[in-house]
């Protein structure tokens, strides 16, 4: 499972650690290393820009290796992001990107534009996150061979759920915050998870 991570563009990316890239904190794409899969975020939990998101799409316009792009949502309100996904989808799908669309607190199995070429990003309440619902949107999403991304994962508990329910991706604050303390604590969960014993009896 992927780890994409915000701001902390000195530490070092590799197949594990790859960049995401948010409005009004974005770095010059030439100064940094995106030979590894990197997504672009939509910066609505600390308040949706829309000129900082359109100039970081168009910044970004050569760059290849982008695994999707988050549409804007409201954080906790299904209705209202899908809403604003009828606007910016086709305008992300404009710039060449995959849009992702955000799975919020209320959503319905059928409410999701499975079909539109999409990947599937994770959002919602941490009630909402941590619920079978939730774990059922990315069974659901890998079935169909769409990338699932989760955010706001920043412990092991987290980790090791969406691990387990099939994540392709994952951010959290505290890995951009603290990047040279935390993101070496994502090899210690793989391994620990790795040696646990149903996972040991599903390998053998």
């Not at 794409?29 to 590894?36: A, G, K, N, Q, T």
């Not at 999707?68 to 996904?85: I, K, Q, S």
């Not at 949107?137 to 169909?144: F, T």
Request: charged share 25%.
């Amino acid at each position: 499972m992927l780890l994409l991570v915000s701001g902390a563009t000195r530490y070092p990316r590799s197949a594990a650690v790859g960049h995401l890239i948010v409005p009004r904190q974005w770095a010059d794409p030439d100064s940094l290393d995106l030979s590894h899969p990197w997504a672009m975020d939509n910066g609505c939990f600390v308040g949706f820009d829309p000129g900082a998101y359109m100039r970081m799409l168009y910044a970004y316009r050569h760059k290849t290796g982008c695994v999707f792009v988050t549409a804007p949502d409201a954080v906790g309100d299904a209705a209202e992001t899908r809403y604003l996904w009828k606007f910016w989808a086709p305008l992300i799908r404009s710039a060449g990107r995959t849009p992702a669309f955000v799975a919020q607190d209320g959503l319905t199995l059928d409410q999701v534009p499975w079909d539109e070429g999409i990947a599937l990003f994770l959002g919602g309440t941490t009630k909402f996150k941590e619920s079978p619902m939730a774990r059922t949107l990315i069974g659901i999403a890998k079935a169909k061979g769409i990338w699932a991304h989760i955010g706001r994962v920043n412990g092991q508990r987290r980790y090791e759920m969406m691990l387990k329910a099939g994540g392709d991706s994952i951010d959290g604050s505290g890995f951009s915050r603290y990047p040279d303390t935390n993101i070496p604590l994502v090899d210690d969960w793989r391994r620990r998870i790795a040696e646990q014993p149903e996972l040991a009896e599903v390998r053998a």
